[in-house]
């Protein structure tokens, strides 16, 4: 539930703001880390470029979570981690890097996927300067998709569009 107050400036308040600059302290929104991996829709895409001397490093931190969460025990992080697939494209990018597709279909709302986060939770026999790697490794900032289907191709829709014809019949 939402309460919007309106709030109206006494008379000594109106010529003190015609005066000055508005000087109101306005609360701050509720920050959001912006590297977050987390999705909003039923299915979620994360595109990341490797630097072409470093995907090794990459691909064993990915091997090495993928272990590790093979093992784990904690039901919301298997929940979430459930549909998780990773790709490498056979193309690079424009710049010759490595291209990796990180497809969870599907997303678990709110949860953070960053392969960082899950590796320092469940990982605590980790090489220390592996990390390290697998952050150099990283060529640019990710790509994040949340996606809701749309339509399914493999089976016939529940209700079939209108179709106009030409002319309005």
């Known amino acids: ?16 703001s015609t005066n000055q600059s508005s000087s109101a302290v306005t609360p701050a929104p509720v920050s959001v880390d912006p590297a977050t991996a987390s ?22 931190v990915i091997h090495t ?3 590790a969460l093979a093992k784990d025990t904690d039901e919301a992080r298997r929940a979430a981690t459930k549909g ?5 494209a056979s193309e ?6 490595a291209v990796y597709v990180h ?5 678990v709302p709110g949860f953070d996927y960053r392969p960082s986060l899950l590796i320092d939770a469940l990982v605590k026999d980790l090489a220390p300067d592996l990390l390290t790697k697998y952050q150099e490794s990283i060529a640019g900032a990710p790509s994040k998709l949340s996606l809701t289907e749309l339509a399914n ?8 569009p209108a179709v106009k014809k ?4």
């Not at 539930?1 to 003190?16: E, H, I, K, N, R």
């Not at 039923?42 to 691909?59: C, F, H, N, R, S």
């Not at 191709?153 to 079939?160: E, L, R, Y």
Request: aromatic share 8%.
């Open 103 to 107: 497809l969870f279909l599907p997303a």
């Open 92 to 97: 690079g990018d424009a710049k010759g890097n």
């Open 1 to 16: 539930m939402f309460v919007l107050v309106a709030l109206t400036p006494s008379s000594t308040d109106a010529q003190t």
């Open 153 to 160: 191709m493999a089976v016939a829709p529940v209700v079939a």
């Open 39 to 60: 999705f909003t829709g039923q299915a979620g895409v994360i595109l990341i470029t490797i630097k072409p001397a470093m995907t090794d490093a990459y691909e064993l």
């Open 65 to 67: 979570l993928q272990g």
């Open 166 to 169: 030409p002319g309005g019949r």
């Open 84 to 88: 998780w697939r990773v790709f490498k």
